[in-house]
């Protein structure tokens, strides 16, 4: 379908405007080139610019090319276009963190990460004077982020209320982070001049060369290899913040040498399973993201854990969980599966894996319980229980992966649950 030749609204302005819009959504993290300046000023010319909703899905359509990208683009447009309380947003984010019990949705953190795009060179607006708080008022603790280092900071920040240049200093910090493992020892013996046990087959050969007579006695050891790891990545709609960027650091895992790792196999399921191991040899993380995501046609949608654990049980377990796979499942265990798949499935990844760590998010929070159906199902079967919702977080994994005596929080949960 052609669409007529329509001009342009008599707006000088319209424009530079649309051009410095671009801006604010590449600043914000989405990614806007100059080709998609010029496609947004053919749509708006063949919508028209008479009805702000025409003009908004037009602009719409250009820009946002994934799910994760509506709310940024949601919150810069109403920033942009002529909001009648943008001064009064713009202050209300100027003020200090408050670090409280509740968690910020993902409406705040586009909205920050659209604020600080806009306000990106300019001078902040001047902060409203306060009446000091009443003396019966609760004192109210106060996240001073900026005594510590920028790094110390981004070890222990949440990944989802994280703006866009903090989640790229996040990722250039992940793409360091290295994840060693020991070698397994195999019942497989070979021959080793300082090994323990005596090989008196090789040593009756060799007499056999000396009429007879025992020169020297040789010796053999077990032969070490090195485990695979399997990633199972949760990437649901309530863990895309998370997905992405463990999925960063398991890229940097897959490309790192000299970390033991025989092979790194990666999966991400919501609602199907999906093998993206293929795309963790492009050495661009981004790349390799964007690739797998692709191929991912159910990111940030639903989740069924049950129907896809029991997929890759019955298509990819013997494939990839031979000779002592190290399996990391990270997902919220927010399910809307039948429990009993969930826990049957869950027992027979646990029983094929040399060990089973659950990488949780929601661990975060001090007074997270195993409250959901999914979370109590899926508890008893795994070896170790920890967080995944900072940099701090996955460091910690390595100290699990060195300890074999590791199990997180699980004891602390599995009592919560006897009780």
Request: a neutral charge; aromatic letters at 6%.
């Amino acid at each position: 379908m052609e669409y007529p030749d329509l001009p342009l609204p008599e707006h000088p302005k319209l424009t530079e405007n649309l051009t410095h819009f671009a801006r604010a959504l590449r600043k914000a993290g989405l990614p806007v080139g100059p080709g998609r300046v010029l496609t947004a000023i053919e749509a708006v010319e063949a919508a028209g610019f008479t009805s702000r909703m025409d003009f908004y899905w037009a602009l719409h359509a250009v820009f946002v090319s994934r799910p994760e990208e509506r709310q940024v683009f949601n919150q810069v447009f109403r920033l942009f276009w002529r909001d009648p309380r943008y001064m009064e947003h713009m202050m209300s984010l100027m003020l200090p963190a408050i670090r409280g019990v509740q968690e910020e949705d993902r409406a705040a953190a586009a909205a920050k990460r659209a604020a600080e795009a806009l306000l990106d060179g300019a001078e902040a607006p001047p902060m409203p004077e306060r009446e000091a708080p009443e003396e019966e008022e609760t004192q109210i603790e106060i996240d001073a982020s900026l005594t510590a280092s920028t790094d110390e900071r981004l070890r222990s920040l949440d990944f989802e209320q994280m703006s866009a240049e903090e989640v790229a200093q996040a990722k250039r910090m992940l793409s360091r982070l290295s994840l060693p493992v020991k070698p397994l020892k195999t019942r497989r013996l070979s021959a080793d001049p300082a090994g323990r046990q005596a090989d008196w087959r090789r040593t009756l050969r060799g007499a056999m060369r000396t009429g007879g007579e025992v020169v020297q006695i040789a010796h053999r050891s077990p032969v070490t290899r090195w485990p695979a790891l399997v990633v199972l990545c949760d990437i649901s709609g309530s863990m895309a913040s998370y997905s992405r960027m463990v999925l960063h650091f398991v890229h940097a895992v897959a490309n790192r040498q000299g970390q033991g790792w025989a092979k790194v196999h990666a999966f991400t399921f919501g609602t199907r399973l999906t093998n993206i191991t293929r795309h963790l040899k492009t050495r661009d993380p981004d790349t390799a993201l964007n690739a797998a995501g692709h191929e991912a046609r159910d990111w940030q949608g639903g989740t069924r854990i049950g129907h896809c654990l029991h997929d890759f049980n019955r298509d990819w377990s013997r494939r990839v969980l031979g000779q002592g796979a190290v399996v990391l499942l990270i997902t919220d265990g927010l399910d809307r599966d039948d429990p009993a798949l969930l826990a049957k499935e869950m027992e027979r990844l646990h029983l094929s894996a040399k060990r089973l760590i659950w990488l949780n998010p929601l661990l975060r929070w001090d007074g997270f319980a195993p409250k959901a159906q999914g979370v109590r199902a899926m508890l008893p079967h795994v070896d170790t229980f920890r967080a995944a919702h900072s940099i701090a977080s996955l460091e910690a994994l390595a100290e699990a992966l060195s300890d074999p005596r590791d199990h997180g929080d699980k004891a602390r949960l599995q009592a919560l649950l006897r009780s």
